[in-house]
């Protein structure tokens, strides 16, 4: 059994290569970026935890773990704040305990144990959260935190491979949903970049954003039912290909990031594993050209499984490029008929923006492991783990992403960049790197993806990331964005939830809050506060 | 000015030509259905209306009308019983004015007053309502009804033809949208069935189903924000092309009917006016392989904009076809691109599945119009005229519509068509015809359609179809379905959509509307009662 690592992404012995690690400091020292630190994580031992507060009563007590690994482990999640916290061995926060519920009705059990003595709930899937969604911040109004770490859910409790859909546990990761799916032919084929560490409940609570660039985007727009068990009780909806009957329920459940209850199962939709691909690369002088490719081809109603595009400086840092031009990647994927006639006509699209050819798409089954293309994917693929090397030198790392129409979005995005790079500049004094790409894309619009690098001073990262973190967020819901697209709430993103949230829906979140959770013990601060 | 009639679909002077009357009747005997009552439509003279309890003050009077044209017109939608009762002469529960806002001011101001005085507000789009969400059964307890006529706020207020989207006012019809978005080449493309007589905020509050058998069925997927004026307050969202921050405040406002408010205005997605389109017709021996055909094209990725599918007991009473067999119509449309590969592809699966060409799609731009696609489709422009011919001959004829997933849908369909069956019996002691077809369709199942007819008795329609009615209901929520895929709740189907609904999903809109609506003065009964 490998051991998940409480420092970073994945399982211990998992870490960037030694090369794959100097080149992105290479990189990085080109854009005047260097270490400012030599830190190291801190040796469990070493941690000083909060003495633990509670105890669960004996017919629970099965379910719950204490050890310091576990509440060190469930401490934090993945995001740059969590990172310098764990690497500054600030665990003031971690819960007391770690329940492991094998069933919606422990899931109730545990629920009801907490309410009755005063006990926050804080549920976790793969902890894979970027925005604070499973850190214990919850303020000095309860006796304890405990975590529901849904792992021992993990089952697919149904294939239907008439439907094509499939009833999957909430604590289902990734691969194992995967694996599981595998017999049968379906896949789910949601693929966030946290694939492997995160699960099906956590999607679905998170209004997760997979592979699909286009069209089924969201995990959203494969839900099929949802139910979940709150501490006033179950709500199960039904399962249908399509309603609209009243509000949709599901709507409603998810994105409630835990607030309301914790997601124990669903059915989702199914595809055919992919028979027939095409990947094409193209290289654009201009990102928004490239940005243009992207539009043309989003309006053809062509919905490729991907049509993303890089800016030079992501690709630059992320040893995909010199720089100097943006790449574009359009994949189509089928299991039913060859892309062929998609491909043809998005190639076009391409061309006639100015994009010249990085990878040929024509009898090239390898095509996306090729060129600049497949160089940025080597990166994509290892960019979880650069995280917990950055930060110990002393470089803020972080990402943030939103959405907006194709009318606004050059405007928004050279505000958005200016403001991220101006309060890096005020925050550490030195010029950082912002970059852009999009992550999925809409008729209507793109939805991009900034990521920043600064180089920051020991023992103030945490300043110095929230005063950047802040001057962004504040740009996007100025610029009339999203505050996340795919990356939810959380409670680093709540402030600016709440700016960009009409008032009146947010008292009907309360409401709902209320009614669902009404001693208040569920995922405190996120959604509603 | 042409005028609207109160006694059934469009305008004075339309309805169906002698013939097609003639061709109906006939094609109902062959079911041994025929008339058994020679009514007639009121004179608006003969009406005896309720005494107007209400009056407006002096500042808000000038939107306000009292004639009985106007009381009489918007009395009742466009349902069975509502054609029933208005040919029973029943007008009991007339509305008492009818206000006629021009922006969204006033129709705060509107709900305001109503609030005050404790009158009910029915809002009215284009009143095409099929299941009684404007009829004013509202109960005792409230000392008058209005009606929020939104036929003034008829504007595309914005074209964003980048993005392709436009900022459109709740009251616009149809046609008045299409006009407007013409010179811009673009297009909203969402044609119901009642096009002609309903409007965007009709759309979005029933979530309608419209043009598109697949992807982009509801007006939900069309919608980038909505703009809802509520007795507490306006609540408008961002206009965005995709989030993910917390539970969708627009799906919220989706389908809430009036009960919360009134849609002002939203920003809706457009596309180009197709330039490529090909139409092909298949008939098959058997309906269920028309249903697998449709399952393959669903599921193989393609999107077409027309997968439909017609029983023969439907074709025949339809005047397009013997009875013998089923129609599959299959249509893909693009400002783009030709759409051959995308044809040809589906054509393949209807001919696996037993498809007999009736109408070819290669080199054949006329495909919609011939054979029996032409037939069935020239039958589905004239069916909104069908009631108000079949009620006064004591013909009961309604439609329900639902939807299902693929591995229950031949079940199913046996199932709700033997209950309707056998509740026309009962009720009526006469055989009726009870068909299926399919209005939309996803990849993991589809929507069937349902129409029934039946011979009724003179003064006994309303009981005789509200037997059949609450039979084939009760039928699709025991079978699984949903009470509507996109014919809404109204006042018909609150009974089963309470049933369908989870309870405390249920609990989360009554404290919703407690906070938007206080005093329970919109749409009462509907939703939320």
Redesign the interface.
């Known amino acids: 059994m490998k051991k998940l690592k409480y420092w970073g992404w994945g399982h211990e012995g998992e870490m960037l290569h030694a090369s794959q690690a100097k080149a992105l400091l290479d990189n990085l020292a080109d854009f005047g970026i260097v270490p400012s630190d030599n830190g190291k994580f801190p040796d469990l031992d070493a941690i000083n935890l909060p003495r633990c507060r509670i105890a669960p009563p004996a017919t629970l007590q099965d379910m719950f773990k204490s050890a310091a690994y576990e509440r060190v482990l469930h401490s934090f999640g993945q995001s740059q704040p969590d990172s310098i916290r764990i690497y500054s061995c600030d665990f003031a926060h971690a819960p007391d305990l770690v329940a492991y519920p094998g069933n919606a009705i422990e899931v109730a059990e545990i629920q009801d144990w907490c309410g009755d003595a005063g006990i926050a709930v804080i549920p976790y899937g793969g902890g894979s959260s970027v925005v604070g969604g499973v850190t214990g911040d919850i303020g000095s109004g309860y006796n304890g935190t405990a975590i529901i770490n849904m792992s021992r859910m993990k089952k697919v409790l149904e294939i ?1 491979d ?4 499939a009833r999957i546990q909430g604590g289902t990761r990734g691969p194992e949903l995967e694996a599981q799916l595998k017999p049968s032919g379906l896949t789910l084929r949601h693929f966030p970049q946290s694939f492997e560490h995160s699960t099906f409940g956590g999607w679905v609570a ?4 997979g592979h699909f660039a286009t ?1 089924y ?2 995990i959203d727009d494969l839900i ?1 039912n949802v139910t979940m068990v ?1 501490p ?18 599901d ?7 835990g607030a309301l209850g914790i997601i124990t199962e669903g059915w989702a ?1 199914l ?2 594993r992919p028979v027939f691909k095409a990947t094409a690369g193209f290289l654009f002088e201009r990102f928004f050209d490239a940005a243009k490719a992207v ?1 043309a081809v989003s ?5 490729p499984a991907n049509v993303r595009i890089v800016d030079g400086v992501e690709l630059k840092i992320n040893g995909a490029g010199d720089g100097s031009r943006s790449l574009m990647v359009v994949s189509f994927e ?4 060859p892309v ?3 491909m043809a ?1 998005a190639d076009e699209c391409c061309r006639d923006h100015g994009g010249i050819v990085d990878v040929e798409w024509r009898d090239n089954p390898g095509a996306n492991l090729q060129g600049t293309v497949g160089d940025w994917r080597e990166a994509f693929i290892r960019m979880p783990y650069n995280r917990e090397f950055l930060t110990p030198l002393g470089i803020i790392s972080d990402t943030f992403e939103t ?5 606004r979005f050059e405007n928004f995005h050279d505000k958005i960049k200016e403001a991220t790079e101006l309060a890096i500049m005020e925050a550490t004094g030195l010029k950082g790197a912002v970059s852009c790409r999009f992550s ?1 894309s ?6 991009p993806y900034f990521a920043f690098h600064a180089q920051g001073r020991k023992g103030e990262l945490l300043r110095q990331w929230r005063e950047i973190k802040n001057a962004a967020s504040q740009a996007v819901i100025e610029a ?10 959380g409670r680093d ?1 709540q402030e600016w ?1 709440e700016k ?6 947010g ?3 309360s ?2 809050k ?3 959770d009404p001693r208040g013990i569920m995922n405190p601060g996120v ?1 509603v506060r």
Chains 1, 2 share one sequence.
């Open positions: 239907d008439v439907s094509r859909a998170t209004r997760s954003g069209l985007t969201h099929e709150t006033s009780g179950e709500i199960s909806t039904r399962r249908l290909p399509g309603s609209g009957a009243g509000p949709s329920p709507r409603f459940m998810m994105g409630s990031e939709r595809q055919g539009r309006q053809a109603g062509l919905y089928n299991s039913d008929h062929d006639a998609w006509r959405a907006i129409t194709w009318e999925h809409y008729p209507d619009g793109p939805a009339g964005g999203t505050i996340t697209h795919h990356h939810a709430i993103h939830y960009q949230r009409p008032e009146l829906f008292d009907i979140l409401e709902a209320s009614r669902l959604i």
